[in-house]
Each structure stands twice: as structure tokens, then as C-alpha cells.
T-cell receptor
Framework: EAGVTQFPSHSVIEKGQTVTLRCDPI?????LYWYRRVMGKEIKFLLH????????ESGMPNNRFLAERTGGTYSTLKVQPAELEDSGVYFC??????????FGSGTRLTVV | GQQLNQSPQSMFIQEGEDVSMNCTSS?????WLWYKQDPGEGPVLLIA?????ELTSNGRLTAQFGITRKDSFLNISASIPSDVGIYFC????????????FGTGTRLKVLA
């Protein structure tokens, strides 16, 4: 089966611009998660979707971040406007049950 | 918030040596997970632990869930060059949870 796919793999944008990250989960996985790793720090939970519904978005840093999951399939994470501290690697993961994630390769976001 | 203290931050070892890394927390955890991240890839689950005192092996890897439920360690025996990567511990304080707390990672380099 295909794994979790994230696009783009790298993005370099200027402060104040908008960036949209996309995640395609494993087909049939109802649970989709976004995590972020800022350079050298821990991987931190951002939010969890069950199908198209946000189950928990307690990890979202602020209202500049907007996540959506269209029809319970792929998900997007938009950062608008981007700030320097948003730089990091954004991971998406999916699972059938609530444990045993499969992670994607991540999107490395650099805000300059 | 809850934190996992993972050590060491980095290790340089000779091929064939054994490696040990650990995670500690001030909170009691119900699940401990160990992940490995290869360069340019997402974290991949190595071992999952669900009971205090549990000792689980996966090939040359062995991990234990501490008796106090506040720590876990991962051992790699007879290291090989492909063991290079970042190892993350992760845990949850609730059984069957979807949200994991990750450590800051241990970067392992193996010298041939």
C-alpha cells in the first residue's frame, strides 16, 4: 500500500507570505494527525482529524494556522501569514485506530 | 506541559558497539514508543511498550518500560552503519490515546 504522502518536501517562503502544506493519508485511514518539529526540539502534536472532523486541535500554535480535511481524504495545513518561528518540519501521520501511526516524510518549511 | 527528557542528545560510536539511550518524565506514562527517523524520512515505529516492566525486542533492538512508569530505555546491540539516524521516544499518559508526547531525539552516528 502507498504510504503517507506529503507535499511539498521543502518550502522556503518570506515572512508574511502564505504557505499550504498537503498530506495524503493511507487510503482507508480515518485518523489523520499533524505534528511539527522545530529545529533540535521535540516533535509536537498540532491536531487530529477523524474523517473530516477536527477531534483535537489543542496543539495548534495560534490562529495563523488553519487545517482542513476535505471529505475525510487529504488534509491541508495553511500558515497565513508565516512568521520566522514557524520554520520547522511538519509531519503528517495517519492510522486506522488511534495508535500505530504511519508518518509521512515531512515538509521542511523555512521562513526567511 | 508534560515533557520527556531524552538522553543523550547525540552519540558517536564505532561499528559493532552497543548503544543505550533513555527517556524520563515527571509524569506517569501508560504507553512508551520508540521511533527512528532516517534522513529525509518520517519517524518509523520500532517498538511499542504497554505495561510497566515490559521488555521487548525487535532484532538487535531492546526496549523496556520502566517499573515506575516514568522512564524507558532503548538498547541497540552490535551497531551497524544503517543504525544512523535520530531516535525518538514518545509516550502517552492515557491508554488508547491518539496524542503522543515526543522526546527531543538522540542523534546516532556510527563510524565504520
Amino acid at each position: 500500500e502507498a504510504g503517507v504522502t506529503q507535499f511539498p518536501s521543502h518550502s522556503v517562503i518570506e515572512k508574511g507570505q502564505t504557505v499550504t502544506l498537503r498530506c495524503d493519508p493511507i487510503s482507508g485511514h480515518d485518523n489523520l494527525y499533524w505534528y511539527r518539529r522545530v529545529m533540535g526540539k521535540e516533535i509536537k502534536f498540532l491536531l487530529h482529524f477523524v474523517k473530516e472532523s477536527k477531534q483535537d486541535e489543542s496543539g495548534m500554535p495560534n490562529n495563523r494556522f488553519l487545517a482542513e480535511r476535505t471529505g475525510g481524504t487529504y488534509s491541508t495545513l495553511k500558515v497565513q501569514p508565516a512568521e520566522l518561528e514557524d520554520s520547522g518540519v511538519y509531519f503528517c501521520a495517519s492510522s486506522q485506530r488511534t495508535y500505530g501511526y504511519t508518518f509521512g516524510s515531512g515538509t521542511r518549511l523555512t521562513v526567511v | 506541559g508534560q515533557q520527556l527528557n531524552q538522553s543523550p542528545q547525540s552519540m558517536f560510536i564505532q561499528e559493532g558497539e552497543d548503544v543505550s539511550m533513555n527517556c524520563t518524565s515527571s509524569s506517569i506514562f501508560n504507553t512508551w514508543l520508540w521511533y527512528k527517523q532516517d534522513p529525509g524520512e518520517g519517524p518509523v515505529l520500532l517498538i511499542a511498550l504497554y505495561k510497566a516492566g515490559e521488555l521487548t525486542s525487535n532484532g538487535r533492538l531492546t526496549a523496556q518500560f520502566g517499573i515506575t512508569r516514568k522512564d524507558s530505555f532503548l538498547n541497540i546491540s552490535a551497531s551497524i552503519p544503517s543504525d544512523v539516524g535520530i531516535y525518538f521516544c514518545a509516550g502517552s499518559t492515557t491508554s488508547g490515546t491518539y496524542k503522543y508526547i515526543f522526546g527531543t531525539g538522540t542523534r546516532l552516528k556510527v563510524l565504520a
